[in-house]
């Protein structure tokens, strides 16, 4: 990806262009994110517990979220992301989770049911509605027990939301619509607040 994706490309090829591009530095700052995600994923393990459940992370980036609802349990674990270089980072930084370059939208290497949690963190509220929706019912497909979706759910900080401008996310509305997009896929929902971060935990029984 060049730059001229970022402004002459399609959504998915700018972010790719941004992720690639930020990868080294992500990886960097993911660790002080880790603790946020620590500290979220204690009151989901409370809420559901965690231990003994396959996971699939979509989107995983550097490996820290997967890293963190992983913590719980010892069976398999394993993160996509469309970036190679946010992979390359995540496979340096956690090596104990296995890693596939895979497009969120097109996750037919996962076959139906494969896993017992399928979940997303600071991935959905980057794409269109109708973007989601592909992506969630993708995710429904291949989870036998939950899909969960970490993600904005509060405020958000004034730098994160330059960043989100850069990458002409949907972030307004993920915030504003996702529980009612949620609830169209799933008869049970649920969601885990975090109170020192503007973020949740969504969770869709399957």
């Known amino acids: 990806m060049s730059i001229k994706h970022y402004f002459f490309g399609t959504d998915k090829q700018r ?16 660790g002080a ?37 992983s913590h719980y349990s010892d069976k398999k674990a394993v993160g996509t992301d469309f970036s190679k270089k946010m992979i390359e980072q995540a496979q340096i930084k956690y090596p104990n989770n296995e890693y ?7 996750l037919n290497k996962f076959d139906d049911n494969s896993f017992d949690i399928v979940t997303a963190s600071f991935v959905l509220h980057g794409m269109r509605e109708n973007d989601r929706a592909v992506v969630l019912k993708e995710m ?3 989870a036998r027990k939950y899909v969960m979706i970490h993600d904005f759910e509060d ?5 994160v939301k ?6 002409r996310s949907d972030y307004i509305n993920f915030k504003k619509y996702f529980k009612e997009e949620l609830e169209k896929h799933f008869d049970n929902t649920d969601i885990v607040k975090c109170s020192r971060t503007a973020n949740a935990v969504y969770i869709g029984l399957v």
């Not at 262009?17 to 990886?27: H, N, Q, R, S, T």
């Not at 994110?33 to 980036?61: Q, S």
């Not at 596939?100 to 097109?106: F, L, Q, T």
């Open 100 to 106: 596939i370059v895979n497009d969120a939208e097109a």
């Open 33 to 69: 994110a880790k603790k946020g995600y620590d500290r979220i994923c204690i009151k989901l393990n409370r809420k559901v517990a965690l231990k003994d459940y396959t996971i699939l992370d979509v989107g995983t980036g550097t490996g820290e979220w997967l890293a963190s609802i």
């Open 162 to 167: 330059i960043l989100e401008f850069l990458e």
């Open 155 to 159: 405020d958000t900080p004034f730098v």
């Open 15 to 30: 972010a790719k262009f941004i992720f690639d591009f930020i990868a080294p530095v992500y990886g960097i700052i993911g």
């Open 140 to 142: 429904k497909r291949i």
